[in-house]
């Protein structure tokens, strides 16, 4: 029912398909998910006449369902292992992932972007990742319905991959799930609040349900929240605290800035978490929001994963079971009768008619987990190579500060024994003052970039000093146009010392 082919530049070998019966593969296994890069493992023989023929990041591979005439699989080749087994039988075995990993291929470019839609900054993101990329692996940028209250963003741009930085920057702020699709003309990235549809084939009991079992996780369960909107810029120009004060429900919610569901209270307890929304200043929309994300938030998330006849295979159901969609899944003995969504979805390409369905709730695993620690860990060896840089900085202005007041001292000297200078040497000093009053700009320049690295004072005694020099700059530059009027006297002798 799977055709499986490999692609070569171009050129295209069959490994397995139904009919030739010498070109199979051992195994193959298709794992799809919604926001995630999907996967395709095989294992290989050597009589295979593609065995020596796949090549990891460069040689391409497609699943073909014959049945449907849909690719349930489009990618290319990862990680190889090669082994024998205790029979002296070599074989080989890859990883493939989905044309979703391409964007891990292209680094963004660091940016300031504001007053844009999110499908306009989701265009630079993949405008950055086609500067990157070859043209195989370019993207245009398809349906994007995902929004926020305002339709616009203020985000910056570092140096993260294109993928990592399309969640961090989009799905995991606004939501919405994104997906890659192949046409023609090669392939879209839609931003979509939802994937999938509503279809009528029943999962059920006795007719194609073999078995299921239940996942539960009750720690994310919140029943009271506190809504946060947007920051409030502190009155205290000495304020250090690496904390700000946000936008609070008070005002419009009695007193209190957060919300209750009393029913789940009734039956867990209080559990309290706080939520943010960066783009909301109203305190009544940001007690919309919060009232909104509470009733979706404050339940026990349950997920089942099910073993089910795709009956669809041998014409006795209308719709093949596909990740997005959500089907009625009956099961009278646990009291399930429920329409639910497939999550994730394992395709046996050997054994077609039992695949594994995930529905309800994504629960994370811990390799979810040790993802976001990672992310965490990232983030702070960037913020320590930024405090080294501004560390710098402050060094360079110390000294610039220093060899200012050397200077000055220098020429304050000279000018004192200005007596035998000729105009030539007064026109040196003058130079001398013209270099001092250029590294003053520098290094206000400097103190300027220190915003939210230095305290308050340490910014104004800085500014102060540089402030002084600068006033000792333009009492010398009077003091200059008097001693070379002088001077210019004396060389022409006409006048004394007066």
């Not at 499986?4 to 171009?10: A, E, H």
């Not at 205290?236 to 005002?251: F, L």
């Not at 349950?302 to 159901?317: E, F, R």
């Given at each position: ?147 926020n209250s305002t339709d616009n963003v203020y985000r910056y741009l570092g140096y993260d991959s294109t993928l990592d930085t399309i969640f961090d920057k989009l799905v995991d702020r606004l939501g919405g799930e994104i997906r890659i699709r192949e046409e023609r003309d090669g392939l879209y990235l839609d931003y979509l609040t939802k994937i999938g549809s509503a279809k009528s084939t029943e999962i059920r009991l006795s007719k194609n349900l073999k078995s299921i079992e239940l996942e539960v996780d009750p720690s994310q369960i919140i029943t009271r929240l506190i809504p946060l909107g947007s920051t409030i810029e502190s009155e205290d120009e000495s304020a250090t605290d690496a904390s700000q004060a946000r936008i609070t429900i008070e005002s419009v919610n009695n007193g209190l800035d957060y919300i209750d569901d009393t029913a789940a ?234």
């Amino acid at each position: 029912m799977y055709k499986v082919t490999l692609i070569n530049d171009g050129v295209e070998t069959v490994i397995h398909h139904p009919s030739f019966n010498k070109t199979k593969i051992k195994n193959g296994v298709i794992k799809q998910g919604i926001n995630q890069v999907d996967s395709f493992s095989f294992t290989i023989l050597p009589n295979n006449p593609g065995y020596d023929l796949i090549h990891p990041m460069s040689t391409l591979i497609d699943v073909l369902n014959l049945q449907t005439n849909k690719y349930d699989f489009r990618g290319r080749v990862l990680t190889p292992t090669s082994k024998m087994n205790e029979n002296g039988v070599f074989h080989k075995s890859f990883l493939c992932e989905s044309k979703m990993g391409f964007m891990n291929d292209s680094a963004q470019r660091h940016g300031e972007y504001h007053n844009m839609t999110p499908r306009n900054f989701l265009q630079v993101i993949i405008n950055n990742h086609n500067k990157d990329v070859s043209k195989n692996k370019q993207i245009k940028l398809g349906e994007v319905n995902v929004t926020n209250s305002t339709d616009n963003v203020y985000r910056y741009l570092g140096y993260d991959s294109t993928l990592d930085t399309i969640f961090d920057k989009l799905v995991d702020r606004l939501g919405g799930e994104i997906r890659i699709r192949e046409e023609r003309d090669g392939l879209y990235l839609d931003y979509l609040t939802k994937i999938g549809s509503a279809k009528s084939t029943e999962i059920r009991l006795s007719k194609n349900l073999k078995s299921i079992e239940l996942e539960v996780d009750p720690s994310q369960i919140i029943t009271r929240l506190i809504p946060l909107g947007s920051t409030i810029e502190s009155e205290d120009e000495s304020a250090t605290d690496a904390s700000q004060a946000r936008i609070t429900i008070e005002s419009v919610n009695n007193g209190l800035d957060y919300i209750d569901d009393t029913a789940a209270i009734e039956k867990f307890g209080i559990f309290a978490k706080s939520h943010v929304w960066d783009d909301i200043n109203s305190p009544s929309i940001l007690k919309t929001r919060g009232q909104q994300f509470l009733s979706s938030n404050n339940r026990v998330r349950m997920q089942y994963v099910i073993t089910a006849l795709d009956l669809s295979l041998i014409g006795l159901d209308t719709d093949q079971f596909e990740v997005g969609n959500d089907y009625p899944v009956i099961n009278p003995v646990m009291g399930i009768d429920a329409r639910l969504r497939v999550v994730s979805k394992t395709i046996d390409i050997i054994n077609p008619n039992q695949n594994d369905l995930v529905f309800g709730d994504r629960l994370k695993k811990a390799s979810d987990y040790q993802n976001e620690t990672n992310k965490v860990q990232s983030n702070v060896l960037n913020l320590q190579s930024t405090v080294v840089t501004q560390s710098r900085k402050i060094g360079s202005l110390t000294v610039e500060l220093e060899t200012t007041k050397k200077s000055l001292q220098q020429t304050q000297e000279n000018m004192n024994n200005f007596e035998g200078s000729t105009t030539e040497g007064m026109a040196a000093i003058t130079e001398a003052i013209l270099i001092i009053d250029n590294a003053i700009n520098n290094l206000n320049e400097i103190v300027s970039g220190l915003q939210g690295v230095i305290t308050v004072e340490e910014k104004q005694q800085m500014q102060q000093a540089i402030a002084k020099n600068a006033s000792d700059i333009l009492a010398m530059n009077d003091q200059i146009i008097s001693l070379t009027n002088r001077v210019d006297k004396l060389e022409k002798g006409g006048g004394g010392n007066g």
